[in-house]
C-alpha cells in the first residue's frame, strides 16, 4: 500500500518561497514516477511538476518553469517542489502523487494512483 504524506505548506507574500515535502512509504519498481498537482477552488486540478525515479529528466507546466524546482530522494523516498518568486496565482492546494509503471505523461493526472491529502500554498500580493 502506497502512502503519500505533504508537508510544508503555508502562507507567503508574493515573490516568497516555500519547499514542499513528500514522504513516501510502500514505493515498488511499479510505482516508476510521482509529482506535484494542484487545485485551486473552483478549479481543475492540474499538474505541476513529474519525475520518473530511476533517473529520466523531470517536466514542469509551462507557468512554473524557471521557478520550482522538483528533486528526489530515493534513499528516504522523499519527493520535493522548491517554489520560488511565487505568485498570487500559485495559490492552491498541493497533492503529491504516484503512478506506474510507465511511461506516460507526468503532468496528467489520470496517470496517477495514489494520492496524498494535500497542502495549501497561499501567496499574497
Known amino acids: 500500500q502506497v502512502q503519500l504524506v505533504e508537508s510544508g505548506g503555508g502562507s507567503v507574500q508574493a515573490g516568497g518561497s516555500l519547499k514542499l515535502s513528500c514522504a513516501a512509504s510502500?514505493?515498488?519498481?511499479?510505482?516508476?514516477?510521482w509529482g506535484w498537482f494542484r487545485q485551486a477552488p473552483g478549479k481543475e486540478r492540474e499538474g505541476v511538476a513529474g519525475?520518473?525515479?530511476?533517473?529520466?529528466?523531470?517536466t514542469y507546466t509551462d507557468s512554473v518553469k524557471g521557478r520550482f524546482t522538483i528533486s528526489q530522494d530515493n534513499a528516504r523516498n522523499t519527493l520535493y517542489l522548491q517554489m520560488n518568486s511565487l505568485k498570487p496565482e500559485d495559490t492552491a492546494m498541493y497533492y503529491c502523487?504516484?503512478?506506474?509503471?510507465?511511461?506516460?505523461?507526468?503532468?496528467?493526472?489520470?496517470?496517477?494512483?495514489?494520492w496524498g491529502q494535500g497542502t495549501q500554498v497561499t501567496v499574497s500580493s
Open positions: 510502500g514505493l515498488t519498481y511499479s510505482t516508476r514516477y
Open positions: 502523487a504516484a503512478g506506474g509503471p510507465g511511461p506516460a505523461n507526468l503532468l496528467n493526472r489520470w496517470n496517477y494512483g495514489y
Open positions: 519525475i520518473d525515479r530511476f533517473g529520466r529528466p523531470p
